[in-house]
């Protein structure tokens, strides 16, 4: 026999026993009348009040007790079943498969039988959940407010770049307009000429110096090679030798030689013959003899601050119009070339004209690119040279021999391109092949 059967069984023994005892013997009763049937209720009642047994009631407290206890656990047992049945997917397959279930639990059956669609209209956002969202990536549900917030957001910061755009480009523009007017109105300028020490204008790059436009093109650089080509152009009789400074590497030596092909191609020297010799290797020279050949030419004198004095002396006058007739180009450093014209000021007026190109920005570096490729015969557009100034970062400031190759192996490369696409003469230079 179930626990809670036992308690009633004993509430029962326990109330008979309690009201049998204080209970009269039945007897017949004449009739009353109201007012003394009401009277006579009241006594009986009062008559009946069973006397307080104190072992009586801690029998009575203990069975209450234990009804409490018993159905605390039924309460507790039917809260996790309950607890169960919501854990477990309801559909009408596993609904038909349980019929025992619902003989046990038709209640709780019937309220979950009355809601299907509520249930499955629960499980369908967690079928959804892995369809991709046009919302915050952070966020597993963004109210339309925040999705709005979100959304502007996003505009604001496009919009921003392409304001940043628009601001770059207009720049380039106005730089460029700037470059067109310098251009334009270089011819008023006025500079000194380092010949007759009056002022002159400044003039442009003459046509047949096809090698040294791309020079006229940067800032800190153009006006010395603008000066220097224009006096040699007003005063041919004079000496045609120059000074380049600029740091050891760093495309000294390919100016001296675009010098030396403006020289040939103006008609100022007689012959494209150029020659190259370190400072080391001159001073080991014995005699000139080797360079007897050279005449109506150029010699480019690397690292000339490293020339011993009286070795310069020497070449100075085998260049002699009345010996070899060849243009002395020095190039080196500017400390060593400063430190070896102090020492040696007797040599100073063999050097008229004064090239410094240490000083070539990225700006420069750009311009300078976009005047050689004009020179090589290529094209490129702005995507080319946008690349170009990523590909700066990995050299020396200013480095024109080394930027000069780096453009010579994307011409190579773009010609080797277009001639497997079957392309002629279109020497067109595309990102891909910087």
């Known amino acids: 026999m179930k626990p809670f059967r ?24 004449p009739e009353v009348k109201p007012e003394e049937k009401k009277a006579e209720t009241q006594e009986t009642s009062a008559v009946k009040e069973p006397v307080k047994d104190p072992g009586r009631e801690a029998a009575v407290e203990a069975v209450k007790q234990a009804v409490n206890k018993e159905q605390g656990s039924k309460a507790a047992q039917a809260a996790r079943e309950q607890s169960n049945q919501s854990t477990k997917p309801q559909n009408k397959n596993q609904n038909k498969n349980k019929g025992q279930n619902k003989v046990q639990n038709k209640p709780e059956q019937a309220k979950a039988e009355n809601k299907p669609e509520t249930k499955q209209a629960e499980a369908k956002p967690a079928q959804k959940s892995n369809k991709p969202k046009v919302k915050a990536p ?34 380039e523009q106005r730089a460029a307009r700037r470059e067109m007017e310098a251009q334009n109105s270089v011819g008023g300028k006025k500079v000194v000429d380092p010949v007759t020490g009056e002022e002159v204008p400044l003039g442009t790059i003459p046509p047949e110096a096809v090698y040294l436009k791309k020079y006229s093109r940067i800032p800190t650089t153009s006006d010395a090679v603008l000066t220097a080509i224009n006096s040699i152009v007003r005063h ?13 590497g760093f495309g000294t030596v390919k100016v001296g030689e ?62 002699d119009a009345t010996v070899n007739d060849y243009v002395v ?20 007026d063999q050097f008229i004209y004064l090239i410094d190109i240490h000083k070539i920005a990225e700006r420069g570096m750009i311009a300078l690119a976009k005047g050689y490729v004009k020179e090589k015969g290529f094209t490129a557009d702005k995507a080319v040279y946008e690349k170009l100034k990523g590909s700066l ?3 020396e400031a200013g480095n024109i021999d080394r930027f000069v ?24 230079i595309l990102p891909q092949d910087i």
């Open 6 to 29: 036992n308690a009633y069984e004993a509430i029962k023994r326990l109330l008979a026993s309690i009201f049998k005892k204080g209970e009269p013997e039945p007897e017949v009763k």
């Open 138 to 171: 952070d966020a597993d549900y963004v109210s339309k407010s925040d999705q709005a917030a979100y959304d502007e957001e996003v505009k604001r910061r496009l919009e921003r770049a392409a304001k940043r755009e628009r601001e770059e480009k207009r720049a």
């Open 236 to 248: 041919p009789d004079m000496s045609k030798n120059i000074v380049i400074l600029g740091r050891n």
């Open 258 to 319: 675009d010098f030396a092909r403006s020289f040939f191609a103006m008609g100022l020297v007689s012959s494209d013959k150029i020659a190259k010799v370190k400072a080391k290797q001159l001073n080991k020279m014995p005699n000139l003899d080797k360079l007897n050949g050279l005449k109506g030419g150029c010699l480019i004198i690397e690292n000339a601050g490293l020339v011993q004095p009286q070795k310069l002396v020497e070449v100075i006058k085998n260049s």
């Open 329 to 348: 180009i020095l190039t080196g450093e500017i400390d060593s070339l400063a430190a070896f014209f102090e020492d040696n000021p007797e040599i100073v």
């Open 393 to 395: 970062a990995s050299m």
């Open 405 to 428: 190759e780096f453009l010579d192996n994307a011409m190579k490369r773009c010609e080797n391109r277009e001639k497997m696409d079957g392309i002629t003469g279109k020497n067109e």
